[in-house]
């Protein structure tokens, strides 16, 4: 790899371990599994070539197939449950890949290179970024760094993942409540020790037992820390987390300088000494109402809110 390449995947790692993140995932059905362990996270399109059989999520993938899609932290928690919805009949797995996967798809040679996507790439919303943007903007009090800010941002892989970067594969927490998902667990395992893969078997030790009584007290971290673990359980948890961390309040703060116009040349003159300088905490909530307003947008209508508060006249689009 050359000394660019590796520099900037390196870069990459230590600002997402830096966050403290530990890993990015991508789930599948329990079906796909043993294949992967064997031959590694393959594209769709070299899948379609090969003419292998494998079952997936979507048959149209507006994003492409020339890519693996893999999600930071947590699973994209919105799209689990609707492939869990959409193919009922499947049990779906969430495997931790090694961050360390972003050096083999760091771009050397002419070769593809990872992209990060603000989004799920699927999105008519989603576009490239850079790391930093992934955990840039308006965030909600106790949102931990290793979140993205959007849950729904993405790492393209634009090639195979190999199988010693799948770490872990990570179970709902009624994975062995049916014989038929046991007897593929002991399969993995056998593929596992066959393999000599340096990966493990994890069944995630969350309680959601009196979920309602237990976010009934809950601070607004902990709420979320339920939400980003609720794709371990059931659709009714998870829809009962939804509408909490939906109203959730987000906290921005300003130093803004308010003076009349024909003061502001002195203002920004003596700015510096704090006597004109006042800091704004402002705290919001996103509308129930699904509007089409970034979190920008609603920092800006706070804004204009406190201004009005005051008894200043603020003209509204």
Sequence with gaps: MNSRARQDAESAISFLRGRGVERLVHFTSLENVPSILKNGLIPRENLDALGAKYEANDDIRLDGKGHINLSISHPNIPLFFKMRQRFSDRYYVVLSIDLEVLYDHAGEEGQKKYQFSNTNAASNYASSCNIQQLFAGQRPEGYKDSWTTDPQAEVLIPGKIEPRYINAIMFPLDCEEDEGRVRAIKSIERVIKKE??????????????DLRKKIASASSGEKLEYY???WQTNESAYNLLTSEIENLPSKSFFGSIAVPTESLTAALRNRGTGDNHVIWTLEFHKPKMKFQRGKEQLVSLAVVEKIEASGVSVGRV
């Design 196 to 209: 000599n893969l340096p990966c493990k078997l994890v069944r995630n030790d969350a309680i959601f037992d």
């Design 228 to 230: 980003y673990l609720s």
